[in-house]
């Protein structure tokens, strides 16, 4: 989502500040990793969300993951 996209070009800064040589190039390749796992297991997720409980559920848990990654991104320090 762009909510997610947001998040990772802002980490991917504060990396290529720390390593400038080939801190964007690794980080990349890390999220376009996770982003492939999370997409095979959201996927088989969703078979049994959607298998047993109505589209509110679902609604419901897709949410409260975004909140997840809220929680984890605001002790981020700002920096420079």
């Known amino acids: 989502t762009a909510f997610q996209d947001v998040?990772?070009?802002a980490i991917m800064v504060k990396v290529c500040k720390i390593d400038p040589e080939n801190g964007s190039a690794d980080f990349q390749t890390y999220i376009f990793g996770i982003c492939g796992?999370?997409?095979?297991?959201g996927s088989i997720v969703a078979i049994f969300l959607t298998d047993t409980t109505n589209p509110?559920?679902?609604?419901?848990y897709y949410s409260?993951?975004?909140?997840?990654?809220i929680a984890f991104?605001?002790?981020v320090p700002e920096g420079d």
């Not at 796992?37 to 297991?41: A, N």
């Not at 509110?56 to 419901?60: A, E, K, L, M, S």
């Open 7 to 9: 998040i990772t070009d």
């Open 37 to 41: 796992l999370g997409g095979i297991v």
């Open 56 to 60: 509110r559920t679902t609604f419901f």
């Open 64 to 69: 409260f993951c975004h909140l997840i990654l």
């Open 73 to 75: 991104v605001i002790p």
